[in-house]
């Protein structure tokens, strides 16, 4: 019982038991795919963070180890990832400038910042908040971010010097400094660019054309960047480009993470919890959408609140690694899953991997233009700009259409951390909206059948005496006064009526004020001579009203079935009147 307690908070305890030499193979295979893919992407992320490249090999460490204790997803590559990196930039940027001491600083302590929140929300199993970042607005998000990104980048294929905090900004920068282009980085912001978009489309049915196999001509293509990062680099020392103005990342420092101690200044904490909790939600939505994606293609599960505190300790490994703010990566997730990854040990050899590269190789990137770096970003995150679900979404639902242009467009002009709030409350706002506005329905019976449904829609039979309305939402403090406005207007369009009966089948719940309504209801049908009827109320909201004095004061019956209650009712009217008692409602 302990055991299964333990295994629990540290997966690693499961899926250790049975670890073979087999699955290390795998393992292995992935952890050396993923390391060749994350080096170029590592350093490109950092750049995007505005830190110096080689936090990006540190947020790369650390963190996946950590991961590999605490996650549940057997495939979950976790790292820099580009929207992290961007909302690390505009969080870091308003403290300090690029560059700086303060800047780094700022950036650790974020990942603190970061880690923390995740872990407490994961202990107190409250992975359900990021519910409250719908999908609409998590894609409007995302669309905004790789639009900001691809943009912030083009001054490194330009070799200009432009700012810009927005859109609006960067593109006035982009085109105040356009004639102060550098012909060289240029040229290879360009090449690097067209080869990494031709690496994602163009490179593996080529490889299958010389003889590869499906699966080594996928891997091979995920190695595009690093052949990109060695071409630039020769091009470089060919051609002495550093002397034609091209920028080189430089010297990248060599050796192992140094331990860092984020910053527990009060005032430095009070300006970055928020942007700390954004990137929480954020990265933890990103990260659990790649894992379950993942996992149900072998049909194996994660565990949400296990997931917020693995990346929880990660975000705290990478602060005390001189790291920054990480979550699982879609891209290289996938990467890790194509190469047959079966547990997260394969993060942790990759973590090896990352650990030997800034033993070893960092001085061979020294002459790495930051065009390339710049180029791989433009690659990865075009591929988030979803100029499709605008379309999807208007013809679907203009409520989540409103909230998606809403995120989009304060991102864009505002910033990330305004846009993430602005998609969240126009979210919010159009909920409680159409939750004040609840779907209520007059019914009839389909002739023939114990079916009722809506006589707008339906061919059914109806009655003058009788008006049958569907209430197809729970009674709230938001929605009963509708209610109540809703049956007092179809009562003043019918003077025949002598009986309401009200369907709750879809009522889940009525809370006081839902009650009240009723109660209203009541007595203002019973001053008009008019008796209310409920029917297929469910258990527990039966449970709740009977210990009400509602019950007992209510002028008609409860009846189980909606059919029931329509055919005992009809049977009464049509016993104190001659002829036809129904009449016929036609759809038009």
Avoid at 68 to 78: E, H, P, Y
Avoid at 345 to 356: K, M, P
Avoid at 514 to 543: F, N, Q, Y
Wanted: hydrophobic share 50%.
């Amino acid at each position: 019982m302990k055991s299964v307690r333990l295994a629990r908070y540290f997966p690693i305890l499961d899926w250790g038991r049975n670890y073979s030499r087999d699955t290390l193979s795998a393992d292995m295979l992935a952890a050396i795919i993923v390391t060749i893919m994350l080096i170029p992407q590592s350093l490109a992320y950092a750049l995007l963070a505005g830190l110096p490249p080689v936090v990006g090999l540190y947020a790369s460490i650390l963190p996946l180890i950590a991961y590999a204790i605490f996650g549940t997803s057997r495939t979950l590559a976790v790292g820099p990832v580009a929207v992290v990196s961007l909302m690390t930039a505009s969080a870091a940027g308003a403290i300090a400038a690029q560059g700086t001491s303060e800047y780094l600083e700022a950036a650790i302590t974020l990942a603190a910042l970061s880690g923390v929140m995740l872990a407490v929300l994961g202990l107190l199993r409250l992975g359900f908040l990021a519910n409250l970042l719908s999908h609409p607005v998590i894609s409007g998000f995302i669309t905004a971010s790789g639009i900001l990104i691809a943009t912030s980048q083009l001054k490194h294929i330009l070799g200009i010097s432009a700012g810009g905090d927005n859109w609006p900004e960067m593109l006035s920068g982009l085109a105040s400094a356009i004639g102060e282009t550098n012909p060289w980085t240029l040229v290879l912001g360009i090449a690097a660019t067209i080869f990494l978009f031709w690496v994602r489309s163009g490179a593996k049915p080529f490889l299958e054309k010389v003889g590869l196999s499906p699966r080594a001509a996928t891997m091979t293509a995920k190695a595009g960047p690093v052949l990109a990062v060695i071409a630039t680099i020769i091009a470089v020392i060919t051609l002495d480009l550093a002397s034609r103005g091209v920028k080189l990342v430089g010297a990248i420092p060599q050796g192992l993470p140094p331990f860092t101690v984020p910053s527990v200044d009060p005032g430095l904490i009070a300006q970055l919890w928020v942007p700390a909790l954004l990137i929480s939600i954020i990265g933890f939505v990103e990260s659990v959408s790649v894992a379950q994606t993942l996992a149900a293609k072998r049909r194996q599960r994660i565990t949400p609140d296990q997931e917020l505190i693995g990346l929880g300790a990660s975000n705290i490994a990478s602060a005390f690694s001189g790291g920054y703010p990480v979550t699982g990566g879609f891209a290289r997730s996938a990467v890790n899953f194509d190469a047959g990854a079966q547990t997260p040990a394969a993060g942790a050899y990759t973590a090896v991997g990352i650990a030997l590269a800034t033993l070893f190789l960092t001085p061979l990137l020294f002459n790495l233009p930051i065009a390339t770096l710049a180029a791989t970003i433009i690659v990865a995150v075009l591929s988030l700009v979803d100029l499709k679900t605008p379309v999807h979404l208007w013809h679907y639902s203009k409520a989540d259409f409103t909230a998606h242009i809403a995120t989009i467009g304060v991102t864009l002009a505002a910033g990330v951390e305004l846009g993430v709030i602005a998609g969240v409350g126009t979210g919010l706002l159009l909920y409680l909206w159409k939750a004040s506005r609840p779907h209520a329905a007059i019914v009839g019976r389909v002739p023939g059948t114990e079916h009722f449904r809506n006589v707008e829609r339906h061919h059914v039979f109806t009655m003058p005496e009788i008006v049958s309305i569907r209430v197809d939402e729970s009674l709230t403090y938001l929605n009963a006064r509708w209610l109540e406005e809703f049956v007092l207007e179809r009562v003043a369009e019918r003077p025949e009526l002598q009986h309401v009966i009200l369907m709750f089948s879809a009522v889940n719940s009525v809370d006081a004020s839902g009650l009240e309504s009723l109660e209203a209801i009541a007595h203002r049908l019973t001053d008009g001579a008019i008796e209310l009827h409920l029917s297929e109320v469910k258990g527990p909201v039966m449970d709740r009203l009977a210990d009400t004095g509602f019950v007992k004061e209510l002028s008609g019956k409860l009846f189980l079935s909606q059919a029931d209650a329509f055919s005992t009712i009809a049977a009464q009217v049509e016993a104190t009147k001659d002829g036809d008692p129904f009449q016929t409602c036609y759809v038009i």
